[in-house]
């Protein structure tokens, strides 16, 4: 069993920087592919990054590639997000998820073996 929780949220100006938490409860952390989804105001979910159980390949969709960073420590049982140069478009409520597959590319919660609450994410212009 395994419990997440996101933390790292805030408020920022465009081209800012922040970072992002998961941490996760239970000793089976490492045996999880992990990944960030956000949804932003209004819309769905959006598959945001992925990193492969041992931490190393990670994806990412285009609308992040070559801003954000994923990144796990398993010895701590934290997934991280850096996220810079922070767009308007960036704002939204961002979820970390685990599955049991090699990689975890799906936006949908009921993909997800755990879920976290999300941490909100807001960019101001």
């Known amino acids: 069993q395994v419990q997440l929780v996101e933390s790292g949220g805030g408020l920022v100006q465009v081209g800012g920087s922040l970072r992002l938490s998961c941490a996760g409860s239970?000793?089976?952390?490492?045996?999880?592919?992990m990944s960030w989804v956000r949804q932003a105001p209004g819309q769905g979910l959006e598959w945001v990054s992925g990193?492969?159980?041992?931490?190393?390949?990670?994806t990412y969709a285009d609308s992040v590639k070559g801003r954000f960073t994923i990144s796990r420590d398993n010895a701590k049982n934290t997934l991280y997000l850096q996220m810079n140069n922070l767009k308007p478009e960036d704002t939204g409520v961002y979820y970390c998820?685990?599955?049991?597959?090699?990689?975890?590319?799906?936006?949908?919660?009921?993909?997800?073996?755990?879920w976290g609450q999300g941490t909100q994410v807001t960019v101001s212009s």
């Open positions: 239970g000793h089976d952390f490492s045996s999880y592919a």
């Open positions: 990193i492969y159980k041992g931490g190393g390949s990670t």
């Open positions: 998820g685990a599955c049991s597959g090699y990689v975890c590319y799906d936006h949908r919660p009921q993909k997800y073996d755990y």
